[in-house]
Nanobody
Framework: QVQLVESGGGLVQAGGSLRLSCAAS????????MGWFRQAPGKEREFVAA????????DYADSVRGRFTISRDNAKNTVYLQMNSLKPEDTAVYYC??????????????WGQGTQVTVSS
């Protein structure tokens, strides 16, 4: 089972950018699909983006498509989330997740501990 540690969160003004990183332990990282989810106060956790094990397939929530980019470096066991044109409604705790595939990610997989992103208006 892969262990995940997120980093890169912080406070940024609206319109700014942040890059989140998720470092994974284990030699099987390159076999997992990876994803990012977020949870705002008082709301349910929601899907943000996902990437296949090869990096050839990606998926995004409509709310972030065109602003966020997910990528991975299998040599570094790391997945990234580049967030541009940030909005106050992007404020949330962002969680990294590993799963067997993008399709199974909503229901199965392992979570990181989360990193806080706060966007001020």
């Amino acid at each position: 089972q892969v262990q995940l540690v997120e980093s890169g969160g912080g406070l940024v003004q609206a319109g700014g950018s942040l890059r989140l990183s998720c470092a994974a332990s284990g030699r099987t990282f390159s076999t997992y699909a990876m994803g990012w989810f977020r949870q705002a106060p008082g709301k349910e956790r929601e899907f943000v983006a996902a990437i296949s094990w090869s990096g050839k397939s990606t998926d995004y929530a409509d709310s972030v498509r065109g602003r966020f980019t997910i990528s991975r470096d299998n040599a570094k066991n790391t997945v990234y989330l580049q967030m541009n044109s940030l909005k106050p409604e992007d404020t949330a705790v962002y969680y990294c997740k590993s799963a067997a595939s993008i399709a199974t990610m909503p229901s199965f997989g392992s979570w990181g501990q989360g990193t806080q992103v706060t966007v001020s208006s």
